[in-house]
């Protein structure tokens, strides 16, 4: 197996979702290469040999500053016809996914996308993947080389595993028509405290809230506990709250230490976003609410009142 994995960069960090997927990659391949392409990377390239890249492959160019995805396919196509790479993984992400459906599409290559695990069997690579609204896990494959696979967001905890990489600089043509979209703004938006992505602990909001405004609670109980705050499709289809917020099947997978669930029913398409949680914590007024079939610690009751006297406790016991 000879398996590179590409590392997305955001404001001169690592993603912590591509280190995940080096983490895993490395676990499989003790031979693992990385590779890191923007204007002014190659000073991340100790970071990916703490996480088991044991070659980082780089190619700077200012070409390659903004987050563009065709000029990367190039340098990608480049580096995997030179060195014969037979996987290729990615953490996904919205620039991951358009650069590893362009490469599959140049290399005449398959790529597996939202795969939660990837094993070896037999010395084969299979990839896991939820099908059928996430209620089952099927096992796929690639049929050709090279193997090109998209890991599910929070999947693979990044694990240091120290070590060394030779770093080695590559050049690519960059075509024309790569070349040819400009990126014309680009924002994001400010929260305080961690992402949920990175949070410790989640308070969770659903239709329970009652309305958008209720939200208050929810922040206000995640303030005290210095976590971060997540939603249900239910109330960001409503408009309630952001779509960066929602976790499940079609948001984000996270898995917290504490993750609080208020007024959330437990759907599958929620559950299969939040089950790999420490300890899960649900306040719901209905006993019957399927979220209690798998929340360590269940409290049946109005969250309009459980939740403000719990963000009090919470308060009072720091304040201590
Ligand atoms: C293809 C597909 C993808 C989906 N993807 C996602 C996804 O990514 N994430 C996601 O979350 N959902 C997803 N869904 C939707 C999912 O099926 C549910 O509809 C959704 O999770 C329900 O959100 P909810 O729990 O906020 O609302 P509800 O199901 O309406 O539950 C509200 C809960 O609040 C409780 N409640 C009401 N008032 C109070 C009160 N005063 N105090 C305490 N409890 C109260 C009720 O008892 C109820 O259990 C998806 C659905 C489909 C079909």
Redesign the pocket.
Known sequence: MKTLVFLEDHEGKLQKDSLGVLSKAASLDSEVEAVLLGADVEGLAGEAARYGAKRVHVMEDVLLAKPLPQPRVDALETLIRAEGFDTVLFAATVLSADIAAALAARLDAGLNWDLTDVVLDDGKLVGKRPAL?DSVYIDVGWTSEPRLALIRSGTFEPAESGGEADVVRFESRLQDFSLAAEMVEQAHEESEGPSIEDADVIVAG???L?SPENFALVEELAKALGGAVA?????VDAGWYPYAA??????KTVSPKLYVA?????????KV?MQSSGLIVA????PN?P?FEYADLGVV????EIVPKLTELVRARRAA
């Open positions: 609204g659903g239709r329970g009652g939603a249900t499709r239910a109330v929602q976790v499940g099947q079609t948001g208020c007024g959330i029913s437990g759907a599958i398409q929620h976003g306040i719901n007024k209905d609410a979220i009751g109005d969250l309009h």
